[in-house]
């Protein structure tokens, strides 16, 4: 196979990677401070599309500037969430907290397919298609600014979690509930604060593919369970962990696509998801948040 | 069921006939699991007489789809109710079941008859397969859940790969003209009877793996699996015995779904929508419990429907917001589910006899 095309599908694997671990680092950052498993956790990723959507559609407002609007509408959606539904679950067996979720995505699913219709719905605008040349390289715009974009959240959050205080109040809270509640960090004030930071995460990276990807009311499906495998892979509650395991995911499948048609290229990540839960559950990196 | 009763008064010196038989009755009101079978079988004989009420084949088909529910509801629950485990993508065993028949009877020519039965072999090696696979990794809870939930969608993507499966399109059973031979009928009162049949060995199966030693041990594997090794229950032997059961039974009513809907398609049965769909009765009904899974499913699938009928012309997604919501309020308000309402009432209803008891043998 000519070295363009095998230097192609790395980089579109790549900039796939970049949306699966933003997604992936927003379920992961939930995980790791509530120990929770969000199966609705895609949805947000298909509220960020729809938002995207309509703000364009309906006042003409280009994508970019829709991710200031969906950082707040998740951020908000996901706090409200996460006291209204999650914290009465925190303390109920594992099996009624991952139907709870598995009920909201559900619920959102529906409701979304109710008012926004099942077919699919793209934004059209010129600016989707245009990409830069680089030698024989074509690169996507949208997808070169998400993939940068995921880089540059990453370090932001890096940095949010290590530097600030609110930041520390997370990774404490993530450590020790008790101690952390001790030192006078108020808990429930942070978990809610995660879970928004971790829908609105998930949000950016919906209107950020919002320009390439026809949306539909179940597009979170096709993210949900890719999501759990790069979380899983770079370790449960480690995001600097799902950041890896989105580019690893991402190239797999790209390349899984290239020699396998790309129908069947999630068995590529199904595969590595299987092999992982089975021979190494805790994921490639040590628990470190 | 319910004789009238005679007054203690009249049966110490009424004939000693009617004192066993209310003794017999009143033997069961005071065992709750005994209750829970014998609603269970009332429930099964009113639906049996409801082709008497209904004429409708719509409604019918309701009917038959909320019996089939509460049969997979049963099959789920041996594995998520008493041995506790997460298996969140049920789905792969019925799938599996309804491969299995539609194969039979479309390339083979072999019956439902034999079909659905046979269902049950690879649904049963699939199971297994999960069991030995899991045991041998070591996979618990939530790694467990997030594994049967991979497999659904590998399976789905692998089975719509394979041509002699009809591929991505799925496969159909063409009619084959009234015949009890090949399970074809015109009217949908057969298929009831055989979906009521179902759900009787179901009921059965079920409440003989509880009242054995087997159930007992699934028990203690949910409520502290360390502690049950530790008193020598051989956690792999038994886990893999409930799974192959819930994987069994799940065929045959993933062989009986195909031959009633005459369409099996990889991303239906083996889709996250079905499988939700699928979970909601044994979880709302009250998991762990002998009439959970009908109660849910008499609860859910005829309101499901009856939203859908008045909504779907124009809006699609009513069935999942019900689903989901069911999902959401029950593990808010309800997590023991419709039964563990059911159960205070019942025991009220036993101190009471119990009293009664009491006073009579004064």
Same mark, same amino acid.
């Given at each position: 196979?000519?070295?363009?095309?095998?230097?192609?599908?790395?980089?579109?694997?790549?900039?796939?990677?970049?949306?699966?671990?933003?997604?992936?680092?927003?379920?992961?950052?939930?995980?790791?401070?509530?120990?929770?498993?969000?199966?609705?956790?895609?949805?947000?990723?298909?509220?960020?599309?729809?938002?995207?959507?309509?703000?364009?559609?309906?006042?003409?407002?280009?994508?970019?500037?829709?991710?200031?609007?969906?950082?707040?509408?998740?951020?908000?959606?996901?706090?409200?969430?996460?006291?209204?539904?999650?914290?009465?679950?925190?303390?109920?067996?594992?099996?009624?907290?991952?139907?709870?979720?598995?009920?909201?995505?559900?619920?959102?699913?529906?409701?979304?397919?109710?008012?926004?219709?099942?077919?699919?719905?793209?934004?059209?605008?010129?600016?989707?298609?245009?990409?830069?040349?680089?030698?024989?390289?074509?690169?996507?715009?949208?997808?070169?600014?998400?993939?940068?974009?995921?880089?540059?959240?990453?370090?932001?959050?890096?940095?949010?979690?290590?530097?600030?205080?609110?930041?520390?109040?997370?990774?404490?809270?993530?450590?020790?509930?008790?101690?952390?509640?001790?030192?006078?960090?108020?808990?429930?004030?942070?978990?809610?604060?995660?879970?928004?930071?971790?829908?609105?995460?998930?949000?950016?990276?919906?209107?950020?593919?919002?320009?390439?990807?026809?949306?539909?009311?179940?597009?979170?499906?096709?993210?949900?369970?890719?999501?759990?495998?790069?979380?899983?892979?770079?370790?449960?509650?480690?995001?600097?962990?799902?950041?890896?395991?989105?580019?690893?995911?991402?190239?797999?499948?790209?390349?899984?696509?290239?020699?396998?048609?790309?129908?069947?290229?999630?068995?590529?990540?199904?595969?590595?998801?299987?092999?992982?839960?089975?021979?190494?559950?805790?994921?490639?990196?040590?628990?470190?948040? | 069921?319910?004789?009238?009763?005679?007054?203690?008064?009249?049966?110490?010196?009424?004939?000693?006939?009617?004192?066993?038989?209310?003794?017999?009755?009143?033997?069961?009101?005071?065992?709750?699991?005994?209750?829970?079978?014998?609603?269970?079988?009332?429930?099964?004989?009113?639906?049996?007489?409801?082709?008497?009420?209904?004429?409708?084949?719509?409604?019918?088909?309701?009917?038959?789809?909320?019996?089939?529910?509460?049969?997979?509801?049963?099959?789920?629950?041996?594995?998520?109710?008493?041995?506790?485990?997460?298996?969140?993508?049920?789905?792969?065993?019925?799938?599996?079941?309804?491969?299995?028949?539609?194969?039979?009877?479309?390339?083979?020519?072999?019956?439902?008859?034999?079909?659905?039965?046979?269902?049950?072999?690879?649904?049963?090696?699939?199971?297994?397969?999960?069991?030995?696979?899991?045991?041998?990794?070591?996979?618990?809870?939530?790694?467990?859940?997030?594994?049967?939930?991979?497999?659904?969608?590998?399976?789905?993507?692998?089975?719509?790969?394979?041509?002699?499966?009809?591929?991505?399109?799925?496969?159909?059973?063409?009619?084959?003209? #009234?015949?009890? @031979?090949?399970?074809?009928? %015109?009217?949908?009162?057969? !298929?009831?009877? &055989? +979906? /009521?049949? $179902?759900?009787?060995?179901?009921?059965?199966?079920?409440?003989?793996?509880?009242?054995?030693?087997?159930?007992?041990?699934?028990?203690?594997?949910?409520?502290? #699996?360390?502690? @049950?090794?530790?008193?020598? %229950?051989?956690?792999?032997? !038994?886990?893999? &015995? +409930? /799974?192959? $059961?819930?994987?069994?039974?799940?065929?045959?009513?993933?062989?009986?779904?195909?031959?009633?809907?005459?369409?099996?398609?990889?991303?239906?049965?083996?889709?996250?929508?079905?499988?939700?769909?699928?979970? %909601?009765?044994?979880?709302?009904?009250?998991?762990?419990?002998?009439?959970?899974?009908?109660?849910?499913?008499?609860?859910?699938?005829?309101?499901?429907?009856?939203?859908?009928?008045?909504?779907?012309?124009?809006?699609?997604?009513?069935?999942?917001?019900?689903?989901?919501?069911?999902?959401?309020?029950?593990?808010?308000?309800?997590?023991?589910?419709?039964?563990?309402?059911?159960?205070?009432?019942?025991?009220?209803?036993?101190?009471?006899?119990?009293?009664?008891?009491?006073?009579?043998?004064?």
């Amino acid at each position: 196979m000519p070295i363009e095309i095998l230097a192609q599908t790395l980089v579109n694997g790549l900039f796939l990677g970049g949306i699966y671990a933003l997604v992936a680092m927003g379920l992961t950052l939930i995980y790791g401070v509530m120990i929770i498993i969000n199966f609705a956790h895609a949805e947000f990723l298909m509220i960020g599309m729809y938002v995207s959507f309509w703000a364009f559609t309906l006042f003409g407002i280009h994508p970019y500037m829709a991710i200031i609007l969906a950082t707040v509408i998740l951020f908000l959606f996901g706090a409200l969430i996460q006291r209204g539904l999650i914290e009465p679950v925190l303390k109920a067996p594992l099996l009624n907290q991952i139907l709870l979720t598995l009920g909201l995505s559900t619920l959102i699913m529906g409701l979304a397919q109710f008012f926004w219709r099942a077919e699919p719905r793209s934004i059209l605008i010129p600016f989707a298609s245009s990409s830069l040349r680089v030698g024989d390289l074509i690169l996507n715009w949208p997808r070169l600014i998400a993939f940068i974009a995921s880089i540059v959240l990453t370090i932001g959050l890096y940095f949010f979690l290590k530097k600030t205080k609110t930041g520390k109040a997370i990774r404490a809270c993530s450590q020790n509930r008790v101690a952390a509640q001790l030192t006078g960090v108020n808990v429930r004030k942070i978990y809610m604060l995660t879970f928004g930071i971790g829908a609105a995460l998930t949000g950016i990276a919906g209107v950020l593919i919002s320009p390439n990807y026809p949306m539909t009311p179940t597009i979170g499906q096709t993210f949900s369970i890719t999501a759990f495998v790069v979380v899983v892979l770079g370790t449960m509650g480690n995001f600097v962990g799902a950041f890896i395991g989105g580019l690893i995911i991402g190239v797999a499948e790209a390349f899984g696509g290239l020699y396998l048609g790309s129908d069947v290229r999630q068995v590529v990540s199904m595969g590595i998801f299987i092999l992982v839960l089975l021979l190494r559950p805790q994921g490639l990196f040590g628990r470190m948040i | 069921m319910t004789t009238p009763q005679p007054t203690h008064s009249e049966q110490q010196s009424s004939s000693s006939i009617t004192v066993r038989r209310s003794n017999w009755f009143r033997a069961i009101l005071l065992d709750w699991d005994k209750t829970q079978l014998a609603l269970s079988f009332l429930i099964i004989l009113l639906i049996g007489l409801s082709p008497l009420f209904i004429d409708s084949p719509y409604l019918l088909g309701i009917v038959i789809l909320t019996v089939l529910y509460a049969y997979v509801g049963l099959a789920w629950n041996i594995v998520g109710g008493f041995a506790g485990q997460l298996l969140i993508g049920h789905i792969s065993f019925f799938a599996f079941g309804a491969y299995t028949t539609i194969v039979l009877l479309n390339h083979y020519h072999i019956s439902p008859w034999l079909g659905i039965p046979a269902a049950m072999i690879p649904a049963a090696l699939l199971g297994a397969f999960v069991a030995l696979l899991t045991l041998r990794y070591g996979l618990k809870l939530d790694y467990f859940a997030l594994f049967t939930l991979a497999l659904m969608v590998v399976l789905g993507i692998v089975f719509s790969k394979i041509p002699f499966l009809g591929g991505a399109i799925g496969m159909w059973i063409p009619f084959r003209g #009234e015949s009890w @031979a090949m399970m074809s009928f %015109v009217s949908k009162v057969p !298929y009831l009877y &055989i +979906a /009521l049949l $179902l759900l009787t060995i179901g009921v059965v199966v079920h409440y003989a793996v509880y009242r054995s030693k087997l159930g007992k041990y699934m028990i203690a594997i949910r409520e502290d #699996e360390a502690a @049950a090794a530790a008193l020598g %229950v051989n956690i792999s032997k !038994y886990k893999t &015995i +409930a /799974l192959c $059961l819930t994987a069994a039974l799940s065929g045959m009513g993933g062989g009986f779904y195909v031959v009633y809907t005459t369409f099996v398609e990889p991303p239906l049965v083996f889709g996250l929508p079905f499988n939700v769909e699928l979970l %909601v009765a044994p979880i709302i009904g009250g998991r762990g419990t002998i009439v959970g899974p009908i109660l849910g499913a008499l609860l859910n699938k005829p309101v499901v429907e009856m939203v859908r009928g008045a909504f779907s012309a124009e809006r699609a997604g009513t069935t999942l917001i019900i689903y989901g919501s069911l999902l959401m309020f029950f593990m808010l308000f309800l997590p023991r589910g419709v039964t563990g309402l059911l159960e205070k009432p019942h025991q009220k209803l036993r101190s009471y006899l119990l009293r009664k008891l009491e006073s009579e043998k004064e």
